[in-house]
């Protein structure tokens, strides 16, 4: 038995962070049926789409962001289009969505109108700003979500502009990690009270979540953060990253005082030992000419030994050590591949696939992947012939442009 086995779930999203929220829905058992437009309607959306034809299957086999789905094509513009998805909906415990706040209630879609048809839904809306709010029409992305949230000011060098930290912060945890949590949390509330509710998601709010424990000192004593300037910021050398000899680096996680301690020793270096972490680290860059100098010691020291070497030598002697990975590094990572953060599946035609594994780990009902992604539409007859549609009507269908 699988986790969420017996959910069914319509998939309207088509950017990745609506994506990757129904990825692992699927992953943990539930039925996910991918809504697509026509592809002569997605124009300037070619990424977004599932491939199409058999010279698609490679490239549909490794994106792992819509495996465990079905794609079921469906022009949500014309009327028997959304007919088609309003019989889907009565059978469906979940929705998620993607648009911009407003477009799912224009296509007669919205919470309003499925909440009607199946009081029990559950539809979660995804979107920057949120359904509502001065802001909610505003266009974004997520370098913008984490402009307003804060996160983008505190990341990056001192002396330095805002870093980009790929699309990860807003995107994928501020609003696909707690679009997950809204949903699952909204299906329990529906155990005990028997209705659905709409769980509106919004990739600022997410982030902004993010930061709440960055956030106390500010809300504590108006005290603030500055970008480069504290202990978790790579100011001080106890928690940093340093080039090898190898021209690679490592990363050192030293803020518990003992973990400081056995690197200072490892050195020959127990006159450092006194110079780690004080309250004021935590919002302050360090000053003084025995800073430089341990910043001095420790980049040169660094450089004398390969990144491979000073793991072996470190991490045997407790101290926090990390190898700085590229993608070939991490899957063939030891600890990796025995996490299973790397699977493969056979696939028919192309033999094994690998594609990133799962991190949700349950003892006694774990996630799968049982199927690979879909081609654009490859199960729009198998979905419609179960809601009771007989083969003329989707010829009927298909003619007049409504279904793919």
Same mark, same amino acid.
Request: net charge negative.
């Given at each position: ?101 407003? &477009? %799912? $209630?224009?296509? /007669? ?6 909440? =009607? #048809?199946?009081?029990?839904? @559950? ?45 990860? &912060? %807003? $995107?994928?945890? /501020? ?6 949590? =809204? #949903?699952?949390?909204?299906? @329990? ?50 928690? /940093? ?164």
């Amino acid at each position: 038995m699988l986790a969420l086995e017996g959910i069914k779930v319509l998939d309207l999203t088509h950017l990745v962070p609506g994506q990757f929220c129904t990825m692992i829905l699927g992953d943990l058992g539930a039925e996910v049926i991918k809504i697509e437009a026509p592809s002569e309607l997605s124009a300037g959306m070619r990424i977004h789409m599932s491939p199409q034809g058999e010279d698609g299957r490679l490239e549909a086999a490794t994106n792992a962001l819509n495996r465990n789905k079905k794609s079921v094509v469906l022009n949500l513009k014309l009327e028997a289009g959304r007919q088609i998805f309003n019989r889907l909906s009565q059978m469906a415990d979940v929705i998620v969505e993607g648009f911009r706040p407003g &477009v %799912a $209630d224009r296509l /007669g879609i919205g919470y309003g109108s499925i909440k =009607g #048809i199946n009081p029990g839904i @559950i539809y979660c809306s995804l979107s920057g700003y949120g359904q509502d709010g001065p802001y909610s029409s505003v266009a974004g992305h997520d370098v913008n979500y984490v402009s307003v949230s804060g996160v983008l000011d505190l990341i990056g060098r001192q002396d330095g502009p805002p870093v980009i930290p790929l699309n990860l &912060v %807003a $995107d994928f945890a /501020g609003g696909s990690l707690y679009g997950v949590i =809204g #949903i699952l949390s909204a299906l @329990i509330a529906r155990g005990r009270t028997g209705l659905g509710q709409h769980v509106d998601t919004a990739y600022v709010d997410g982030a902004i979540s993010l930061l709440t424990w960055f956030a106390n000192d500010y809300f504590f004593d108006g005290s603030m953060r500055r970008r480069g300037e504290t202990w978790l910021h790579g100011a001080y050398p106890y928690y /940093g990253v340093y080039e090898t000899k190898d021209n690679k680096y490592v990363s050192i996680g030293c803020l518990e005082p003992w973990f400081w301690e056995n690197l200072c020793r490892v050195l020959g270096k127990e006159d450092y030992i006194p110079y780690h972490f004080v309250p004021e680290h935590g919002l302050c860059k360090p000053e003084g000419d025995k800073w430089d100098e341990i910043w001095a010691y420790m980049k040169q020291t660094f450089l004398t030994k390969t990144s491979d070497e000073w793991f072996d030598l470190l991490s045997k002697e407790n101290v926090p050590i990390a190898k700085v990975y590229t993608f070939k590094e991490v899957f063939s990572d030891p600890q990796v591949l025995h996490r299973q953060m790397m699977v493969e599946i056979e696939h028919p035609t192309l033999g094994k696939v690998r594609q990133v594994g799962i991190a949700i780990k349950l003892s006694e009902t774990p996630g799968t992947v049982r199927s690979l992604s879909p081609l654009l539409g490859e199960h729009t007859e198998e979905v419609l012939l179960g809601l009771g549609y007989r083969s003329e009507e989707l010829a009927e269908l298909r003619h007049g442009g409504v279904i793919g």
